[in-house]
């Protein structure tokens, strides 16, 4: 079964500084990879996705994120931290086939931006 | 165009009570997965409809219900409420169908509290 590993719960970065969340991941198919992004009092928001296409992955408000498969590791990053920034990031992995919409959370990363 | 609708956004209820909670999915979107949200246990899936059929379906007590209206709209409901479902119910929708990874579109969620 496909599992997802974030660690580090709370995450503070100064402004404009790099932001580098860290996801591993397990899979015993070739997975998909999301990272999603969740501000207070709504719903996750896609940032960006992993489908094979390209290992390097560049998302909505200047995230990117590499695929690694020797390392099973898909980290976000982003060169220059912004006070909007501050939200709960979540790194999924699913195995779906196009007939599969399951997704396995990370437990997410509270990010921080210190002025 | 809309985006998922969940509601009710807030709810109350007492231990031994029953809740039904509404999702209505991006137009045109067959494919409706419900999460449950906890501080604990983080993002959990508990069930995925598509067309009206339950396809998937994560592990949670029977009290944990769902259904899938013709129309696409899903309800989900729990039953003898405890304590420990006090969560935030998140509802996703997607394209369902086809080969890729579909990209799931969430709702604001629906908070629950129980007393």
């Known amino acids: 079964a496909q599992s997802v590993t974030q660690l580090g719960s709370h995450v503070s970065v100064s402004e404009g500084a790099l932001v580098l969340l860290r996801c591993n991941y397990s899979?015993?198919?070739?997975?998909?990879l999301f990272w999603y992004v969740q501000y207070p009092n709504q719903g996750l928001q896609l940032l960006l996705k992993?489908?094979?296409?390209?290992?390097l992955v560049k998302g909505i408000n200047g995230f990117e994120a590499e695929f690694k498969k020797s390392e099973t590791s898909f980290h976000l990053t982003k060169p220059s931290a912004h006070m909007s920034d501050a939200a709960e990031y979540f790194c999924?992995?699913?195995?779906?086939?196009?007939?599969?919409?399951?997704?396995?959370f990370g437990k997410g990363n509270q990010v921080v931006v210190i002025p | 165009k809309a985006g998922v609708t969940q509601t009710p956004r807030y709810l109350i209820k007492t231990r031994g009570q029953q809740v039904t909670l509404s999702c209505s999915p991006i137009?045109?979107?067959?494919?409706v997965s419900w999460y449950q949200q906890t501080p604990g246990q983080g993002l959990q899936f508990l069930f995925e409809?598509?067309?009206?059929?339950?396809?998937n379906k994560g592990n949670f007590p029977g009290r944990f219900s769902g259904r899938q209206f013709s129309n696409s709209r899903s309800e989900m409901n729990v039953s003898t409420l405890e304590l420990g479902d006090s969560a935030l119910y998140l509802c996703?929708?997607?394209?369902?169908?086809?080969?890729?990874?579909?990209?799931?579109?969430f709702g604001a969620g629906s908070r629950l509290t129980v007393l």
């Open positions: 137009s045109g979107h067959r494919s």
């Open positions: 992993y489908t094979s296409a390209a290992t």
């Open positions: 999924a992995v699913s195995e779906g086939d196009g007939g599969n919409n399951r997704l396995a």
């Open positions: 996703a929708s997607s394209l369902g169908g086809g080969a890729g990874a579909n990209v799931l579109t």
């Open positions: 409809y598509f067309s009206e059929t339950q396809r």
């Open positions: 899979s015993s198919v070739p997975p998909y």
